[in-house]
């Protein structure tokens, strides 16, 4: 009975990196979505930003999940937490930078 009780909080903590992954993947698109409504909310832009998201998160997801297979296989949790931080800080940038189109 000891055996479980010890292995179940190192789980859940993983869970909740992994929850937190996600959750700024969601605020990096939301990011990108204020930015196509701020500059017109037009189709092209919103089309254009969700394109531009998805690039983005492909790209960076990739270089992500290699370097996480060469440094910290089976730590999944820790992947997906630090593609969602990368996306979180695109999408603020993506953003911010709505303010500077004339």
Same mark, same amino acid.
């Given at each position: 009975?000891?055996?479980?009780?010890?292995?179940?909080?190192?789980?859940?903590?993983?869970?909740?990196?992994?929850?937190?992954?996600?959750?700024?993947?969601?605020?990096?698109? &939301?990011?990108?979505?204020?930015?196509?409504?701020?500059?017109?909310?037009?189709?092209?832009?919103?089309?254009?930003?969700?394109?531009?998201?998805?690039?983005?998160? &492909?790209?960076?997801?990739?270089?992500?999940?290699?370097?996480?297979?060469?440094?910290?296989?089976?730590?999944?949790?820790?992947?997906? &937490?630090?593609?969602?931080?990368?996306?979180?800080?695109?999408?603020?940038?993506?953003?911010?930078?709505?303010?500077?189109?004339?």
């Amino acid at each position: 009975m000891e055996t479980s009780s010890v292995i179940a909080p190192a789980g859940t903590a993983s869970r909740r990196w992994a929850w937190l992954g996600v959750l700024l993947i969601v605020v990096g698109l &939301l990011g990108h979505l204020f930015a196509a409504r701020a500059i017109g909310g037009s189709y092209v832009a919103y089309k254009d930003h969700i394109i531009g998201f998805f690039l983005i998160l &492909l790209v960076s997801g990739a270089l992500i999940a290699g370097l996480g297979w060469r440094f910290w296989k089976g730590r999944h949790d820790i992947t997906l &937490l630090i593609v969602g931080v990368v996306q979180a800080l695109f999408g603020a940038v993506i953003y911010v930078e709505r303010f500077h189109i004339h």
